[in-house]
């Protein structure tokens, strides 16, 4: 009795050939651009922001605040992940309108979406958004809470959520950071 070859078996077959071949193909291909392509090409350039950091530092004058604006939103250009120069921008447009417009609450709920615990801006990110807190919707409130419950036990001096809280200056905010201190921390001060 002989076996005979239905055409799905030979279908898995090439299949499973072609699917080798390519797969040596990509290796062969990555072997080749080692040390020559970034795998991961998410980086950032800070001059820009840098700039704009500087500029802001110098000046809150109109005039100013459009040049920072313009800068940060080149660094945004060439680095889109780069929350630095994404709270830069949160900052400015908040200046610029003396509250907490549309774009801004967009840019600031893309911060948590992109980085939810970000060491490079929870502390500024944790006081602004409590100063805020009212505009905030209760997702974006919430995330808040995630990220200054998460740095509860982080031991670095470079992220302080305990000054982070002290640092809250609205009244709504500033009731919500003695919650926070007396639940997370076990003291208000």
Same mark, same amino acid.
């Not at 400015?92 to 801006?121: C, H, M, W």
């Given at each position: 009795m002989t076996r005979q070859i239905t055409p799905p078996l030979v279908a898995s077959g090439l299949l499973a050939v072609l699917t080798l071949l390519l797969a040596g193909l990509g290796l062969a291909s990555l072997n080749a651009t080692a040390g020559k392509v970034n795998p991961l090409p998410i980086t950032f350039n800070w001059t820009e922001d840098e700039r704009a950091r500087g500029i802001l530092e110098a000046s809150l004058a109109p005039v100013a605040l459009a040049d920072a604006e313009a800068s940060v939103r080149r660094a945004l250009g060439q680095s889109p992940y780069n929350n630095v120069a994404r709270?830069?921008?949160?900052?400015?447009?908040?200046?610029?309108?003396?509250?907490?417009? !549309?774009?801004?609450?967009?840019?600031?709920?893309?911060?948590?979406?992109? $980085? #939810?615990?970000?060491?490079? +801006? %929870?502390?500024?990110?944790?006081?602004?958004?409590?100063?805020?807190?009212?505009?905030?919707?209760?997702?974006?409130?919430?995330?808040?809470?995630?990220?200054?419950?998460?740095?509860?036990?982080?031991?670095? !001096?470079?992220?302080?959520?305990?000054?982070?809280?002290?640092?809250?200056? $609205? #009244?709504?905010?500033?009731? +919500? %950071?003695?919650?926070?201190?007396l639940r997370f921390y076990g003291s208000a001060s």
């Open positions: 709270m830069r921008l949160v900052y400015i447009l908040s200046l610029r309108t003396q509250g907490f417009p !549309p774009e801004a609450l967009k840019l600031f709920q893309q911060s948590y979406d992109l $980085a #939810p615990y970000d060491p490079a +801006v %929870a502390e500024w990110r944790t006081t602004f958004a409590l100063n805020h807190w009212g505009a905030l919707p209760s997702s974006t409130q919430a995330a808040v809470r995630d990220e200054v419950r998460a740095y509860r036990s982080v031991n670095r !001096p470079s992220i302080d959520m305990r000054r982070a809280l002290r640092g809250v200056t $609205a #009244p709504e905010g500033r009731l +919500v %950071a003695t919650l926070w201190l």
